[in-house]
């Protein structure tokens, strides 16, 4: 019979580990950007042609009425002028009638009148034409993107590592008595009992 159990009660821990790590925080890159919309500008000016027929016309008959005022002056300048001086001729004539020259002699001439023939083409001059090329003028401007980053810098944060143990138990040996106990005397056992003699 058994009377004594040895028990072993191993050592117990617990062991927390936590890993290094790196953290990083960056806020997010913000980038300005600017759109210039392209541009075309087109200016065009059309043929500009100047006709000026005002020597033409005259040379056909058709005068302004500054022209018929300052032609008119002119040809009653030169009838006073011609009239003056075929009187003075007629005049002469008539002064000479004593001299073998009767009257109608003298006054005959003046009123036969001898025209000339002469082949004109009218207009005799041609109109006069001016004239500009039309143009045109294309300008172009590209489109144009400005750009402004922005960049943040990065927040880096070291987190080293850690271990840490816990012991729960420590170990031992447990002596377990089986039996019952032994009194000595045996009359100190409280359930003692004297044996009677026969």
């Given at each position: 019979?058994?009377?004594?159990?040895?028990?072993?009660?191993?050592?117990?821990?617990e062991?927390?580990?936590?890993h290094?790590?790196?953290?990083?925080?960056?806020?997010?890159a913000?980038?300005?950007?600017?759109t210039?919309?392209?541009?075309?500008?087109i200016?065009?000016?059309?043929?500009?042609?100047?006709?000026?027929?005002?020597?033409?016309?005259?040379?056909?008959?058709?005068?302004?009425?500054?022209d018929?005022?300052?032609?008119?002056a002119?040809?009653?300048?030169?009838?006073?002028?011609?009239a003056?001086?075929?009187?003075?001729?007629?005049?002469?004539?008539?002064?000479?009638i004593?001299?073998?020259?009767?009257?109608?002699?003298?006054?005959?001439?003046?009123?036969?009148?001898?025209?000339?023939?002469?082949?004109?083409?009218?207009?005799?001059v041609?109109?006069?034409?001016?004239?500009?090329?039309?143009?045109?003028?294309?300008?172009?401007?590209?489109?144009?993107?400005?750009m402004?980053?922005?960049?943040?810098?990065?927040e880096?944060?070291?987190v080293?590592?850690?271990?840490?143990?816990?012991?729960?138990?420590?170990?031992?040996?447990e002596?377990?008595?089986?039996?019952?106990?032994?009194?000595?005397?045996?009359?100190?056992n409280?359930?003692?009992?004297?044996?009677k003699?026969?």
């Amino acid at each position: 019979m058994q009377l004594i159990k040895i028990s072993h009660i191993p050592l117990e821990f617990e062991m927390k580990i936590e890993h290094p790590k790196l953290e990083m925080r960056q806020a997010k890159a913000q980038v300005q950007m600017e759109t210039q919309a392209g541009q075309l500008r087109i200016e065009s000016e059309n043929i500009k042609v100047r006709l000026d027929t005002y020597e033409a016309r005259r040379s056909i008959g058709l005068k302004t009425s500054g022209d018929l005022a300052d032609e008119l002056a002119q040809k009653g300048k030169q009838a006073a002028s011609e009239a003056t001086a075929q009187y003075a001729e007629i005049g002469n004539r008539m002064a000479q009638i004593h001299m073998d020259t009767t009257l109608a002699d003298a006054v005959y001439p003046r009123l036969i009148h001898h025209r000339d023939t002469a082949l004109v083409f009218l207009p005799s001059v041609g109109p006069k034409i001016d004239w500009e090329p039309n143009q045109l003028s294309i300008d172009f401007q590209p489109a144009k993107v400005s750009m402004d980053p922005k960049l943040v810098s990065a927040e880096i944060t070291y987190v080293p590592g850690s271990m840490s143990i816990e012991i729960k138990q420590y170990p031992k040996v447990e002596i377990e008595y089986l039996g019952e106990p032994r009194y000595v005397p045996p009359s100190a056992n409280p359930n003692y009992e004297e044996k009677k003699n026969s």
